[in-house]
């Protein structure tokens, strides 16, 4: 089992930058593919990006493409989400999520552990 806790959340301008991070603790992270979901007020929890368990696999959903970066550093059992150019409609609860199988997951029910999320507001 593995615990996860997002940090970095909190209130930019449009066009801003923030940098989300997920400390695992428990189990180690390389064992997990990661992923970033987001879930905004009255919409279901999105997929925002995912990373394979060596970090050599990225995705990402089309709206954040060439924006968001997911990386990873095992040796700190860390998981990131850098988010650059950012716009109103970014606005939304960020959850990190660990999945307990070789192959990356681009759906919520694909995601075995989840932190309790992390605030991003994007002002216009």
């Known amino acids: 089992q593995v615990q996860l806790v997002e940090s970095g959340g909190g209130l930019v301008q449009a066009g801003g930058s923030l940098r989300l991070s997920c400390a695992a603790s428990?189990?180690?992270?390389?064992?997990?593919?990661m992923g970033w979901f987001r879930q905004a007020p009255g919409k279901e929890r999105q997929f925002v990006a995912t990373?394979?368990?060596?970090?050599?696999?990225?995705y990402y959903t089309d709206s954040v493409k060439g924006r968001f970066t997911i990386s990873r550093d095992n040796a700190k059992n860390t998981v990131y989400l850098e988010m650059n150019s950012l716009k109103p409609e970014d606005t939304a609860v960020y959850y990190c999520?660990?999945?307990?199988?070789?192959?990356?997951?681009?759906?919520?029910?694909?995601?075995?552990?989840w932190g309790q999320g992390t605030q991003v507001t994007v002002s216009s």
């Open positions: 999520a660990a999945r307990g199988n070789v192959a990356v997951g681009l759906t919520a029910n694909e995601y075995h552990y």
């Open positions: 428990g189990r180690t992270a390389g064992n997990y593919v």
């Open positions: 990373i394979s368990r060596t970090g050599g696999t990225t």
